[in-house]
């Protein structure tokens, strides 16, 4: 399992793009997900985000993310992102 070191960020609180934190923990998954779009496609974000970091193989992350109408593709990336920065020292 990848664990991270330190806290990071990627992406941008701007429109069309997310903006995700990531921020180590003793174990687990935590996720904090704001959007406009919460009511339509909040649970399909959701588990894209979760599904990321899992077959990432990480463990012990707590993750913000303040989605502004992002694609699937741009969230991944981001969290693939912030995952990178956040494992190295």
């Known amino acids: ?3 991270l070191v330190k806290a990071a960020q990627a992406g941008f609180d701007e429109k069309n793009d997310a ?3 990531v921020e180590p923990i003793a174990s687990g998954i935590e996720l904090e997900l704001t959007s406009k779009v919460m009511r339509q496609y909040g649970e399909q974000i959701r588990e894209l985000i979760l599904n990321t970091v899992k077959e990432s193989g990480f463990d012990g992350v707590k ?3 303040a989605d502004k109408n992002a694609w699937d593709y741009t969230i991944k990336a981001r969290v693939l992102g912030a995952l990178e920065r956040g494992s190295k020292a």
Do not use: D, I, S, Y
């Open 1 to 3: 399992m990848a664990k």
């Open 63 to 65: 993750l913000t993310v």
């Open 19 to 21: 903006l995700v934190t």
